[in-house]
């Protein structure tokens, strides 16, 4: 099945976040948090403005970004646990 999201939505997959800390300390499963880092799978076409015109989204399939806490709906979609959020929940992309 593949899935499109509509005007400025963005679907993200969290990044499996580190299992040790700096010091070498295994953090057990049921102590981690959910990373707010993730790559974006696929994303609208882009919201419209008040003349009706659609503006592109800044981000694309690929780019990893920060994104909030609690931020975004977590579907399954192919089994795949993922992230449908607005772009606007994002906080920048990573380099």
Do not use: Y
């Not at 076409?45 to 609690?70: E, I, Q």
């Not at 931020?71 to 772009?87: C, F, P, R």
Request: proline share 4%; no cysteine.
């Amino acid at each position: 099945m593949t899935f499109r999201p509509l005007h400025d939505r963005v679907v993200v997959r969290r990044v499996d976040s580190e299992e040790k800390t700096t010091g070498g300390i295994i953090i057990p499963d049921t102590a981690k948090e959910k990373p707010q880092e993730g790559e974006v799978v696929s994303v609208g076409p882009g919201a419209r403005d008040d003349s009706g015109k659609v503006v592109a989204l800044d981000v694309k399939a690929g780019d990893r970004v920060l994104f909030g806490k609690w931020s975004g709906t977590e579907v399954k979609i192919d089994g795949e646990e993922l992230l449908i959020m607005k772009e606007s929940d994002i906080m920048g992309v990573l380099a």
